[in-house]
């Protein structure tokens, strides 16, 4: 059995904090509007080094197994892509040269992202680090992500057409999800006017029954078998009531926030800001959508809200006041969100004793 130390998992969250402050202390200091900065490297090496060892996440021991079972089995079924498989492989089933490679691979992206978007600011990455960071350091999903939307932006900001298809192609096999961000791509053509929304809003539950029918159509082929596809017929994990309350504040809260940036409409001044309102209203949407997936599991679901981060960074960058402290909105539910993801954190180290000393 892989175990994680206490001590050493509030350690990782200790410093996880202390990074929030660091970012807040910078961001309050500029007064100008968001642009990208230069002397910004050292806090994405500290963002791979809580990668490497931030403990405080619920799937840090669990990955620790992983490749604990790998390494003594190996033949051992994980749900982890080959691409991760091989990763382990090649590392020696070294757990933390594993997460060295993953968080070096994927703050790179996130790196190029924001450079591309001209907002490498303190404050962006305060927002990051709040919303986002906790889950990314989790592993996989955000190489997949990160890839995704260098990909999209290569594309249609920078005209690199052969890299950006190739990064949006290649983002399939770093993680199972990736379809979902593919099913985004039509939205960049949706124009933001009262008709086009309410034809959305109309759509939708049509949408929903499409979904649900080539669910059933799946489901009743028994020798077709896809990645992850366990999730359509699993029971969902089990969570306590008060886990369950602040599992839904947090998403609340993020509705919240995407809804809040929307209306804004300054995302219209700028190529980038239209493109990554296209993309957030396309994640929502498509999110949405898989909340009412006539399945028992909200993984698709949970997981198809990580795709909501990056083009609200990107928008948010457009949006915030110069003054950081009267961006008051954005920062108090900011610490809210904060306060229930380190509760929700505090929760699973509770209700999973075994993983814990």
Not at 179 to 200: D, E, G
Not at 215 to 226: K, T
Not at 299 to 321: E, G, N, Y
Request: aromatic share 20%.
């Amino acid at each position: 059995m892989f175990t994680v130390s206490l001590l050493f998992v509030y350690f990782s969250l200790l410093g996880y904090l202390l990074l929030i402050g660091i970012l807040y202390y910078n961001g309050i200091r500029i007064y100008s509007p968001v642009e990208n900065g230069k002397h910004l490297k050292h806090i994405f090496v500290l963002f791979t080094l809580l990668g490497i060892y931030g403990a405080f996440t619920g799937d840090y021991p669990h990955f620790g197994q992983i490749l604990h079972n790998l390494q003594y089995n190996r033949r051992y079924m994980t749900h982890m892509e080959t691409i991760y498989v091989d990763i382990a492989k090649y590392v020696d089933y070294n757990y933390t040269l594993f997460r060295v490679s993953i968080s070096i691979l994927s703050y790179s992206l996130l790196y190029w992202i924001l450079k591309i978007n001209n907002c490498l600011d303190y404050r962006v990455l305060f927002f990051y680090a709040i919303f986002e960071l906790q889950y990314a350091i989790e592993g996989r999903q955000q190489c997949s992500i990160y890839m995704f939307y260098l990909g999209v932006y290569l594309l249609l900001i920078r005209k690199h057409f052969l890299t950006g298809i190739s990064l949006m192609a290649l983002s399939l096999i770093f993680h199972k999800s990736g379809i979902t961000a593919l099913a985004i791509l039509p939205f960049l053509v949706f124009k933001f006017n009262k008709r086009n929304l309410w034809l959305s809003i109309i759509m939708f539950p049509f949408i929903v029954y499409i979904e649900n029918s080539l669910l059933n159509s799946y489901l009743s082929e028994s020798d077709i078998e896809l990645a992850g596809s366990n999730y359509f017929t699993a029971s969902d994990f089990s969570r306590t009531i008060t886990m369950k309350i602040v599992y839904v504040m947090r998403i609340l809260l993020q509705y919240s926030i995407a809804i809040w940036l929307l209306r804004k409409t300054s995302w219209k001044r700028s190529k980038t800001g239209r493109i990554s309102a296209k993309l957030l209203y396309g994640a929502m949407y498509i999110t949405s959508a898989l909340f009412f997936l006539n399945i028992d599991q909200l993984t698709p679901f949970d997981r198809s809200l990580r795709l909501w981060w990056i083009p609200m960074f990107v928008i948010l960058a457009q949006t915030l006041h110069t003054h950081f402290k009267r961006n008051r909105f954005l920062i108090n539910t900011s610490f809210l969100y904060i306060i229930f993801s380190i509760g929700y954190a505090l929760l699973v180290y509770r209700y999973q004793p075994n993983c814990y000393v």
